[in-house]
């Protein structure tokens, strides 16, 4: 593997499974990262091959710490529990073992949107802020992540929380949403606006962080975000959920 990476990250998607070895004297990737769409259906066993053969691809040495982002609440150990946007048959899987075995080595599994959170308090937008962090990553669902004075609290759900009358929030707001109902950025923005502030009234964050695709077009839909507490685009952008895991891994 590269010499300037100290730990290897994975992100899994529903449409790419991400890989690429990680500096974290810096929080950048050390080689350009390889994507590999998601098997389809993602499977445990067919996404657990992509994993394999990602890590094969850079020649990842033994020992090397490596962390892996995935987009549902994982608890080390436990069979996992819930799952929203991959193929449901991942419902009580263990899955660091079942990667763990596939791959011949130990990995580090952890939430997606913990990991993003993760990597912008340690390397980004959160990075030295006192207090709450919630940060939200807005794509085909809403992750969440909470950093309470540089600390993860992991595993906290908020993109299901229920808005009044509209359901499951990431159903109503997430950016997927957008695109398939054609909001426009102020319509978007109100939506928007409704979930944040349910997630102000209840948790009292000092800095909301904005990751996920869009928000690289943050100035087209934060002015229609009206709430009080002040909010900020992520600063990693894509690299975040590898990053994340990288650092989570490192810190095992
Ligand atoms: C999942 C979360 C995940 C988020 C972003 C949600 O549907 O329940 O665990 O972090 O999507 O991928």
Redesign the pocket.
Known sequence: MIETAQAFGIDI?GSGIKGAPVDLTTGTFAAERLRIPTPQPATPEAVADTVKEILDSFEVEDGTPIGIAF???VKPGKPLG?M??LDQSWVGVNIEELFGERCGRKVHVL???DAAGLAEAVFGAAKGVDGLVIAT?L??????ALINNGTLVPNS?L??IIIDGKGDA?KYAADSIRTKEELNWKKWGKRLTKYYKLLEFYLSPDVFVVGGGVSKKHEKFFPYIEIDTPIIPAALLNTAGIVGAAQFAAMQ
């Open positions: 998607g987009p549902a609440p819930y929203s946007n939430n997606d949107a990553t794509g085909t669902g809403i992750g969440t759900e993109g299901h990431e």
